[in-house]
T-cell receptor, first 115, second 115 residues
Framework: EAGVAQSPRYKIIEKRQSVAFWCNPISGHATLYWYQQILGQGPKLLIQ????????DSQLPKDRFSAERLKGVDSTLKIQPAKLEDSAVYLCASSLVRGAYNEQFFGPGTRLTVL | SQKIEQNSEALNIQEGKTATLTCNYT??????LQWYRQDPGRGPVFLLL?????KEKRKERLKVTFDTTLKQSLFHITASQPADSATYLCALGGPQIYNFNKFYFGSGTKLNVKP
């Protein structure tokens, strides 16, 4: 089965610019997650979707970050405007159902550099 | 707030030995704990899950223990191989609130297995 797809793989922008990341989860996976992983740290959950609804965005900096999941499948994460501290790898993951014990399948990530 | 600690120093061991990685947590009562492997430039890959009411879980050369009294999980790789060299992340999940679970990752421990 195809894995989680993300694009672009790399992005370099200047501060105050906008950027968007795209994620296509594994077919049939109801739950989708966006994580931010800063170099040397573990992934930090930004937002969690169940189908096309947000179930948890408590750690999403809503003044600059936004995310949507179109028709419960693909998802986009946007940063507007970007700050230097947003430099990180943005990981998308999906899981089959919204269960307590489901493993998450991660994409390769998008490495963002903000200059 | 919750805190998850993994040894930030790399663990260097000889091929064939058992690697033991530690995950400690505070201010949290997870319903379960997961271990992931992450290679450079890639997203984490799920390895094992252990629930709060389980003491030990095994999968091939992997073994995980979960002590909710000590608030600690140990991750063992027996008969380690150079191919096991990677960063290993622990992730705590739950408790299930409403319809979703919180996920918190540790910062990971880098394992180097020398031939």
């Amino acid at each position: 089965e195809a894995g989680v797809a993300q694009s672009p793989r790399y992005k370099i922008i200047e501060k105050r610019q906008s950027v968007a990341f795209w994620c296509n989860p594994i077919s049939g996976h109801a739950t989708l997650y966006w994580y931010q992983q800063i170099l040397g740290q573990g992934p930090k959950l930004l937002i969690q979707f169940q189908n096309n609804g947000v179930v948890d965005d408590s750690q999403l900096p809503k003044d600059r970050f936004s995310a949507e999941r179109l028709k419960g499948v693909d998802s986009t994460l946007k940063i507007q405007p970007a700050k230097l501290e947003d430099s990180a790898v943005y990981l998308c993951a999906s899981s089959l159902v919204r269960g307590a014990y489901n493993e998450q399948f991660f994409g390769p990530g998008t490495r963002l550099t903000v200059l | 707030s919750q805190k998850i600690e993994q040894n930030s120093e790399a663990l260097n061991i000889q091929e064939g030995k058992t690697a033991t990685l530690t995950c400690n947590y505070t201010n949290y009562s997870p319903a379960y704990l997961q271990w992931y492997r992450q290679d450079p430039g890639r997203g984490p890959v799920f390895l094992l899950l252990i629930r709060e009411n389980e003491k030990e879980k095994r999968k091939e050369r992997l073994k995980v223990t979960f002590d909710t009294t000590l608030k600690q999980s140990l991750f063992h790789i027996t008969a380690s191989q150079p191919a096991d060299s990677a960063t290993y992340l622990c992730a705590l999940g739950g408790p299930q609130i409403y319809n979703f679970n919180k996920f918190y990752f540790g910062s990971g421990t880098k394992l180097n297995v020398k031939p």
